[in-house]
């Protein structure tokens, strides 16, 4: 069974200071990977994908940076937090072809930016 | 890119009777469009995703139907069910790879 994993669940950081969030899909060979980004009580906006090793694609821009050093693994990141970064930010993983969009989505890891 | 419009940002019902929640989209090309459910401090889970050959997918109770000639792809269930209490997303997926999702509508079931 394929299994997701986020780190960390939680983070308060203050405002500047940098941001490093991560994913590891277990079970699942070369998946397409996803970050979406969830303000409190909002829409899930898509940042990033990735569907092999080394590429990925930036969504929307939102001073923030993504990139997959191994198959199973993406990580999110920024030198410089902003107020406006706050929310939850979810992994997911899917097939590619024409399974893309059946989506399988991390527990999540909540920031809090102040 | 596309764009998913959920017009009831809460929607409230009583036990028993009917469900539908309204999804519509405007894309330049003919999307999949999906429909994913998201349970109290739970990750949002796929509940149902359009066929291209105008099938009606079904999951636990709902079904949607995607009509092209309204841009539609409206949620329904016949009978409404405490545990259906959640916030549910409608997507939409025209480029491979990128998913644009509405802005959700949350669904209280009332004893």
């Known amino acids: 069974a394929q299994t997701i994993h986020q780190w960390p669940v939680a983070e308060i950081k203050a405002v500047g200071s940098p941001l490093s969030l991560g994913c590891t899909i277990k079970?699942?060979?070369?998946?397409?990977l996803y970050w979406y980004w969830q303000a409190t009580g909002g829409t899930l906006q898509q940042l990033f994908y990735s569907i092999t090793v080394g590429q990925v694609e930036s969504v929307v821009q939102l001073n923030l940076s993504a990139s997959r050093p191994k198959d199973d693994q993406f990580i999110l990141s920024t030198e410089k937090l902003l107020l406006s970064h706050s929310g939850f930010y979810l992994c997911a993983w899917s097939l590619g072809g024409a399974n893309t969009g059946q989506l399988y989505f991390g527990e999540g890891s909540k920031l809090t930016v102040l | 890119g596309d764009s998913v419009t959920q017009t009831e940002g809460l929607v409230t019902l009583t036990e028993g009777l009917p469900v539908m929640l309204n999804c519509t989209y405007q894309s330049t090309y003919s999307p999949f469009l999906f429909w994913y459910v998201q349970h109290l401090n739970e990750a949002p889970k796929l509940l149902l995703k359009?066929?291209?050959?105008?099938k009606r997918p079904e999951h636990q109770g709902f079904h949607a139907t995607l009509h092209k000639s309204s841009s539609s792809f409206h949620l329904q269930k016949s009978s409404a069910q405490l545990s259906d209490s959640a916030l549910y997303y409608c997507a939409s997926m025209s480029n491979y790879n990128v998913l644009y999702f509405g802005s959700g509508t949350k669904l209280t079931v009332e004893p």
């Open positions: 359009s066929f291209t050959d105008n």
């Open positions: 079970g699942k060979s070369s998946p397409n």
